[in-house]
């Protein structure tokens, strides 16, 4: 079991700007199907704790996740 930190940074894209990205870094790449399964107690724990639990499976392999919320320093 490896353990990661991570700051991530998000941004939403225009369609251009997309589209822009799409060609110049991945026009020759073979696209892969990911599907990702986020999990929660019934009354929603994680969520009020600003955390996810998340199992993605991708080219028949199983990665769970759980984000939690860090400071960073």
């Known amino acids: 079991m490896s353990t990661n930190n991570e700051i991530e940074f998000k941004q939403i894209l225009d369609q251009d700007t997309y589209s822009k990205i799409y ?12 599907t990702n399964f986020y999990i929660d107690t019934e009354n929603f724990k994680l969520k009020q704790h600003h955390a996810a639990l998340r199992i993605r499976v991708k080219d028949y392999m199983f990665e769970m996740t759980l984000k939690v919320p860090a400071e960073v320093g």
């Open 23 to 34: 060609e110049h870094y991945f026009k020759n790449q073979s696209p892969f199907k990911q």
